[in-house]
């Protein structure tokens, strides 16, 4: 079936380019998956105005391509195809501006800094470009084969200012996983993943812990479509466009997940929370119980404290993988540095606070000592609430109250 508009490549399934361009057109936009024998009949005989290109066919293209522009030359790849009036493909690349734009909005320079380009595939023509036209004084491409690899990085790259992840390294099933740890680079300025998914990859989470500047590519994403859409249309879209683009993906996709001492209410909240906003809710104390077949004392009685830790990483890990939920964390969670990664890898964390003689201990193991034992956990577990939470609250006077002002303080901060 022929379409107007649409994506090509493989796979597509979870492609989010047909809701961004349905945000920016009012022109139809359908994926098409190909396999490699279908490429060629696809370009020459369908009768497409035009298609975003996408892995892994940005370079095979190419040949089909009566004129490439400046930026396609530039990059030696394609992602936009348009039908010219005399049936000809003209061959862009969108992908050049999505990421200057991911670096203005993250505040990464690379003008006159070293900046590493992990990866040498399609992805790291785009970062080898945009590093080249910004006036970046030294570029050094990352390969698992060639004169600069991975083995060498610490003896060769430790002054690197900015790194660029252009691997899938990292990427949705294998979230946790980097090419490189940016911790290792004590010089290091800023750091671009141009992975989404997750919202904030290992590699993300790294570079931030050490308070420079760093993001996923969300927001490349949405500035490639807004490129794409004024490509296809020949009419100019203002760059806040890409900015509400990304504001609107941020707010469906990003999870809202509550940490903070047992008690706190954040199963009430929670609820509330997802109630208001129409999200799935996930109790991650529910879903354990419910996986171990038995209530959460009677698992510290009859198994112990780390088979409960063991589950409930395993629960923190599944739950935390989705996206556009509401979550609520065991108020132990944090302990173990893979819950503290999981619960942020795509939420936004808040830490729900309230006074220690306000918490509700009936059923809590951990809480059974009185306001002397939890004023101890809270010594051992705040410095943790504080470094996994985007920010935290207070509970005010009724939960119905409290999720609103999480409501709030969710769409101001963390959908930019």
């Not at 466009?241 to 504001?247: I, M, N, R, V």
Request: proline share 5%.
């Amino acid at each position: 079936m022929a379409f107007t508009y649409g994506l090509i490549g493989r796979p597509l399934e979870h492609s989010f380019s047909p809701q961004l361009h349905k945000m920016l057109g009012d022109y139809s936009y359908e994926l098409r998956p190909l396999e490699l024998d279908q490429l060629e009949n696809f370009l020459l005989h369908e009768s497409f105005l035009g298609v975003n290109v996408t892995i892994p066919y940005k370079k095979a293209v190419i040949p089909y391509c009566a004129r490439l522009t400046e930026r396609a030359q530039a990059i030696g790849s394609v992602n936009t195809l348009v039908r010219q009036p005399d049936g000809s493909l003209l061959g862009d690349n969108t992908d050049l501006y999505g990421l200057q734009f991911l670096a203005r909005q993250t505040g990464v320079e690379t003008r006159g800094k070293k900046v590493l380009i992990l990866g040498s595939g399609g992805a790291s023509l785009t970062a080898q470009a945009a590093a080249r036209l910004s006036g970046a004084r030294e570029i050094v491409v990352v390969s698992r084969q060639g004169p600069e690899t991975y083995e060498n990085l610490a003896q060769r790259h430790l002054d690197a200012q900015v790194l660029i992840n252009a691997t899938p390294v990292g990427m949705y099933p294998h979230a946790g996983q980097m090419a490189a740890d940016p911790a290792a680079f004590p010089a290091l300025e800023g750091a671009l993943d141009l992975i989404y998914n997750p919202l904030r990859s290992a590699f993300v989470q790294s570079a931030q812990a050490m308070g420079v500047p760093a993001q996923g590519g969300l927001a490349m994403l949405a500035a490639q479509a807004k490129a794409a859409a004024e490509v296809f249309t020949g009419r100019p879209i203002g760059e806040e466009k890409a900015e509400q683009l990304c504001a609107a993906l941020l707010k469906q996709r990003r999870n809202i997940a509550l940490v903070g001492m047992p008690g706190a209410g954040k199963t009430t909240v929670g609820a509330l929370l997802a109630q208001a906003m129409g999200r799935p809710f996930i109790d991650l104390d529910q879903q354990i119980e419910q996986e171990a077949g038995m209530s959460i004392p009677q698992i510290f009685e009859r198994r112990g404290e780390a088979y409960f830790r063991d589950l409930e990483a395993e629960m923190t890990a599944r739950a935390s993988a989705q996206t556009g939920c509401v979550v609520a964390a065991g108020g132990g969670a944090v302990l173990r540095p893979e819950n503290r990664f999981a619960l942020r890898q795509n939420s936004f964390v808040l830490w729900l606070q309230r006074d220690l003689d306000q918490l509700a201990t009936q059923g809590r193991p951990l809480s059974a000592g009185g306001t002397a034992a939890l004023a101890r956990m809270l010594e051992q577990r705040g410095p943790l609430y504080q470094q996994t939470a985007d920010c935290a609250l207070r509970a005010l006077n009724g939960p119905e109250q409290t999720a609103q002002a999480i409501l709030e303080v969710f769409y101001e901060t963390a959908c930019r």
